[in-house]
């Protein structure tokens, strides 16, 4: 090939943001699968106190250059962040995994997005149209189907766990429709650091009555390490990249990424060993249509609405 044609061949740019996305939603996928791994000889508060601890400490150093302060911890509004946003969303689904597995876990979660649109339909008073609001209804009426069977890996108690991690993806909900309603010009780094911090200053206590009610933990080198990747991985250094990518790639184009979040849950849960009965996987695909029509539909309207003449 000479050099013409070399020098007119397009070249493969990567975009930093892109890469930012795809490296967060991979590191949260896997947490599922690790957290479950952690469970088997460590506390859910216990894991859930180290993992925040962790994750505050390496964010705060960045935070504090978009304008974060230890005060902001104990403000009203990043206290409640803190209790829904990561208090009883991580602590749901950390509870629920000590009875479901980590593949049913992350079908659960794969309705996030749903749960979150049928929130703000009815706590904000959001308008959507008739395709948008099948598609949710849909997306959870395939929750419905992974929610009440049972995969054999965990138990008979399955479907309570699966319960459990759904009840931790509405207190998610909350969280985003919380922060919709409030007024803030911070950066979303500092809201994600204030928020932790608060989180921390709940958990902990938690974690010290665990300790006591049920003796100190037998940690297992393997849970250790568990436990150190979900503190400086996930609640660290993946939130940082998301945060890096925001600068970088418009949130209305992020927010499909993390609908990878449990592909790569499940991915990672099979990876592991465990099974996934044909209605989980049905459901799952349920989930996975709903959102296609739910997130088509509202592309759609946006672009009707952008298209539409402004008014003189």
Sequence with gaps: MTARALALRPSVRFDPGILALLAAVAIWGVTMVITRSALESTGPFTILATRFIIGFALLVPFARRRGFTMKMVVRPVFIIFGAVGIVAHNGLETLGLQFTSAGSGALVVAAVPAVTAAMSILMLK???????????????????LVSGSNSGVAGPAEPFGNLLVFLGVVAWGLYTVQGKRLVTDLPSLVITTAGMGAAVGMLVPMAVAEVVLTGMPQVEPIAALGIVYLGVMASGIAYALWNY????????????????????????????????????????????????LSESARIKHSRDIRDMPSPA
Excluded at 126 to 140: D, H, N
Excluded at 258 to 284: D, F, H, K, R, W
């Design 126 to 144: 959001e308008k959507v149209g008739k395709m948008q609001a099948l598609g949710i209804a849909i997306s959870i009426g395939g929750v419905a």
């Design 245 to 292: 990518a925001l600068n970088h790639v418009d949130a209305a184009a992020a927010g499909p990424f993390a609908n990878l979040v449990p592909v790569i849950g499940l991915i990672a849960a099979i990876m592991a060993g465990e099974t996934t009965s044909p209605i989980q996987l049905l459901g799952g695909a349920v989930v996975a249509i709903g959102l296609s």
